[in-house]
């Protein structure tokens, strides 16, 4: 089986900034530089030939490369407990339109369709039960912001999970096309 999902990396310089923003939050499990992506769509896992297919029909997806800039932190949380720290993007639109076409690429492979609300964030760090207040580190940089930076492809993620937790390797790379 193998465990996929859809995402875009930042470049190199949005990365380092992420990561210089690590601490401040006991017990956080930070990403490292090689987790920090912003997932398309998560997929799940699948036997081998629907990845095959899945890897096909994410070559006919087409859309236009756009800009995208950091926009605030925030949380995820279960039942009132938060799970993860995320770094926004924004404009949201663009990137949706992406995420429903990919969405819909990948419902004709035979998937379900995308249950949740997707919202464009870069996870920062996972959070344990043990883990600290988290609002300190929301308020500090809640005015996190970053010039535009480009999105000119997307690519197809295996993840594999660790004592360490998940790394992820990319499988595909596609281009974005006007």
Not at 47 to 62: F, S
Not at 96 to 121: M, N, S
Request: aromatic share 8%; charged share 20%.
């Amino acid at each position: 089986m193998h465990r996929l999902f859809v995402g875009f990396r930042p470049p190199p310089a949005i990365r380092a900034r992420l990561l210089a923003l690590a601490g401040g939050v006991p017990g956080a499990r930070w990403q490292s530089d090689d987790q920090l992506h912003c997932t398309l769509r998560y997929i799940g896992e699948v036997d081998r030939p629907l990845a095959e297919d899945i890897a096909i029909a994410l070559g006919n997806v087409r859309f236009a490369p756009f800009e995208l800039a950091l926009a605030g932190v925030g949380t995820f949380d279960t039942r009132g407990r938060p799970n993860a720290l995320w770094a926004g993007l924004r404009p949201h639109e663009t990137v949706t339109q992406l995420h429903h076409k990919i969405d819909q690429a990948l419902v004709r492979t035979g998937l379900a369709p995308e249950g949740r609300a997707y919202l464009p964030h870069v996870t920062l760090a996972r959070m344990s039960a043990a883990a600290g207040a988290t609002d300190p580190f929301c308020e500090t940089h809640a005015g996190l912001a970053s010039a535009p930076f480009p999105v000119d492809h997307f690519l197809l993620y295996e993840s594999h999970l660790g004592r360490e937790g998940a790394s992820y390797e990319a499988i595909e790379r596609y281009k974005l096309l006007g």
